[in-house]
């Protein structure tokens, strides 16, 4: 997981409050994601940037924003967290959009976060 | 669109044996194809992917794969196991240039395996 730092690794919340999962990486990567993880189901993608400015949404991106103003930098916000928020988060990083090209997509270490 | 199946969750072997875990998928256009392992309470590692020519990969801790294009499925194998391969496994695919989903990976649902001494 060599570049890819996410904090906090954990963290509880209340209903209602917000945070910000912070995801930092040092490669130059244009291509960043994030990702929630529950049992059974794997990971699914929630937002993506191909760059600087530029962010999309993935499967299932509600109650969750993204900002992209740094190559480096790309948080996550959950601006009302809810119980169904829950989950594994792990940010993902890649130099280029396309894995055919050789790239190799770098996960963070994963940030625990549970909502009462 | 895109999809990832693993068959079973779970799967359970005595060191020293085989390990065959089972991906299928689906794409409308030629996929790349990813094995993961996660170990508890850490990020995904790359074991191996397919992007083109050579059907059977190789990968990193003895692992290996191979696309077959007609049975859409990517099996990740090792010969004989180890404790020390416990771990959770996800199957991932991304569609190439021209895909609805292109340079988006989804996963399959992951496959917990247990190894026994």
């Known amino acids: 997981n060599a570049g890819v730092t996410q904090t906090p690794k954990f963290q509880v919340l209340k209903t209602g409050q917000s945070m910000t999962l912070q995801c930092a990486q040092d490669?130059?990567?244009?291509?960043m994601s994030w990702y929630r993880q529950d049992p059974g189901m794997g990971l699914r993608l929630i937002h993506y940037?191909?760059?600087?400015?530029?962010?999309d949404q993935g499967e299932v991106p509600n109650g969750y924003n993204v900002s992209r103003s740094t190559t480096e930098d790309f948080p996550l916000r959950l601006l009302s967290a809810a119980p169904s928020q829950t989950s594994v988060y792990f940010c993902?990083?890649?130099?280029?959009?396309?894995?055919?090209?050789?790239?190799?997509?770098?996960f963070g270490e994963g940030s625990w976060l549970t909502v009462v | 669109a895109q999809s990832v199946t693993q068959l079973g969750s779970h799967v359970s072997v005595s060191e020293g044996a085989l390990v065959l875990l089972r991906c299928n998928y689906s794409?409308?256009?030629?996929?790349?194809l990813f094995w993961y392992v996660q170990y508890p309470n850490q990020g995904l590692q790359l074991l191996l992917k397919?992007?083109?020519?050579?059907?059977l990969v190789k990968g990193i801790n003895g692992f290996e794969a191979e696309f077959k294009k007609s049975e859409t499925s990517f099996h990740l194998t090792k010969p004989s196991a180890h404790m020390s391969d416990a771990a959770e496994y996800f199957c991932?695919?991304?569609?190439?240039?021209?895909?609805?989903?292109?340079?988006?990976?989804?996963f399959g649902q992951g496959t917990i395996l247990t190894v026994h001494p």
């Open positions: 993902a990083s890649s130099y280029g959009l396309a894995p055919g090209s050789g790239n190799t997509i770098y």
């Open positions: 940037s191909v760059g600087a400015g530029i962010t």
């Open positions: 991932a695919v991304s569609e190439g240039a021209g895909g609805t989903s292109y340079g988006k990976l989804t």
């Open positions: 794409s409308s256009v030629p996929p790349y």
């Open positions: 490669m130059n990567h244009e291509y």
């Open positions: 397919y992007t083109t020519g050579a059907t």
